[in-house]
């Protein structure tokens, strides 16, 4: 080592000067948090479809009873209580025990059940107006058959397409 270099070292080393390599260092991160709510409310719902009663052709002369089905459908949100209920219909003079299909001002009576003997008519609930169905929610449909039947012996009823419509409630 040349003079002149070790001079330097000695008035540094005597000085204190002390020269230090400086390399990058990261940055230090600093961290901050808080929260994202989320919220829902699911609410209570069902919708209803029905399928028709088609009897078809009735000799109403004739001492046999006319059998049919129909049905409907309820879906309700998972959990929620429901129940169908049924009115008299529009016939002339219907009541939900008795009702009538009409054409023009002639009437064909007949009758819906919830069950396959035709003994529990399907009305609103109310006393002596028949049974309800009921369920509960499941998310998908719920399907409930309608029995109904045209009774025979209805001798004076005159060849003609006979129509009525039921209103259905679901109650939830």
């Known amino acids: 080592m040349n003079q002149s270099v070790r001079n330097t070292l000695r ?36 919708t209803v479809s029905t399928t028709a009663v088609a009897f078809g052709n009735v000799n109403a002369t004739l001492n046999t009873n006319v059998d049919s089905t129909g ?13 169908a209920k049924a009115n008299a219909g529009g016939g002339t003079s219907a009541t939900i025990t008795d009702r009538r299909m009409m054409s023009g001002l002639e009437v064909l009576k007949y009758g819906l059940y919830t069950d396959t003997n035709r003994t529990l008519v399907w009305g609103d609930g109310s006393t002596g107006n028949g049974v309800t169905i009921t369920g509960n929610g499941t998310g998908s449909a719920q399907a409930s058959t309608i029995y109904a039947r045209v009774p025979s012996g209805q001798t004076a009823a005159k060849a003609g397409s006979y129509t009525d419509s039921v209103t259905v409630t679901v109650s939830y």
């Open 71 to 83: 049905g409907i459908s309820v879906t309700c949100t998972n959990g929620t209580a429901w129940t």
């Open 11 to 46: 008035v540094a080393a005597l000085t204190g000067v002390v020269t230090i390599a400086i390399t990058a260092q990261p940055a230090l991160a600093a961290d901050t948090t808080s929260t994202l709510s989320s919220s829902a409310t699911v609410t209570a719902d069902c």
